[in-house]
Antibody, heavy 124, light 107 residues
Framework: QLQLQESGPGLVKPSETLSLTCTVS??????????WGWFRQPPGNGLEWIGS???????YYTPSLESRVTISVEKSKNQFSLRLTSVTAADTAVYYC????????????????WGQGTLVTVSS | DIQMTQSPSSLSASVGDRVTVTCRAG??????LNWYQQKPGKAPKLLIF???SLQSGVPSRFTGSGSGTDFTLTISSLQPEDFATYYC?????????FGQGTKLEIK
């Protein structure tokens, strides 16, 4: 059974870098069938897609965060990571990782399953 | 960015009711529309992908329909465990965007 688990500091100071890791179990992160994604949800608010990573290492990001975000893969550990630089209080959120399945024929592109999420607070 | 607009924002209903949530995209997204259920303190759970395909393990009382710009999620007979917040998401183009959510509450 595929499971994802986020990990990383729960508190980050303003202007510093937020770093999170998603550990995948039950499937190989190297599988060409899958992509892997990051999301966030500020407390009491809706969901925001941050970016995705293909098994081959291709990344694509939401334009509003593209200048500050990096998603990378650690195949030997079956993990992928999120780095967000120059954080502010607006980056306080629960961060989720998820597997992405994307096919052109038939057409679908969805995220499932998701990790349980980890709360990151930006505060001095 | 493609704006996704859900309605209603909140809904009160009783066990056994049939409920429908609608989602409108700001431009055509073909069938690249997913529905997620989220309970407090939990991660989103995929219910429907590609507008109308039921994810494995999801009860058949959940159905999705639509294409282009207008989509619906219908729950045929509400069960106690269905009270949650529901989000639509377009996965047609970057950035993937969500509706603002529909909170389904017990009447």
């Amino acid at each position: 059974q595929l499971q994802l688990q986020e990990s990383g500091p729960g508190l980050v100071k303003p202007s510093e870098t937020l770093s999170l890791t998603c550990t995948v179990s039950g499937a190989s992160i190297s599988s060409s069938t899958y992509y892997w994604g990051w999301f966030r949800q500020p407390p009491g608010n809706g969901l925001e897609w941050i970016g995705s990573l293909s098994s081959g290492g291709t990344t694509y990001y939401t334009p509003s965060l593209e200048s500050r975000v990096t998603i990378s893969v650690e195949k030997s550990k079956n993990q992928f990571s999120l780095r967000l630089t120059s954080v502010t209080a607006a980056d306080t959120a629960v961060y989720y990782c998820a597997r992405q399945r994307w096919e052109l024929l038939p057409e679908y592109n969805y995220f499932d399953p998701w990790g349980q999420g980890t709360l990151v607070t930006v505060s001095s | 960015d493609i704006q996704m607009t859900q309605s209603p924002s909140s809904l009160s209903a009783s066990v056994g009711d049939r409920v429908t949530v609608t989602c409108r995209a700001g431009q055509t997204i073909s069938s690249y529309l997913n529905w997620y259920q989220q309970k407090p303190g939990k991660a989103p759970k995929l219910l429907i992908f590609a507008a109308s395909s039921l994810q494995s393990g999801v009860p058949s009382r959940f159905t999705g329909s639509g294409s282009g710009t207008d989509f619906t999620l219908t729950i045929s007979s509400l069960q106690p465990e269905d009270f949650a917040t529901y989000y639509c998401q377009q996965s047609y183009s970057n950035p993937y965007t969500f509706g603002q959510g529909t909170k389904l509450e017990i009447k």
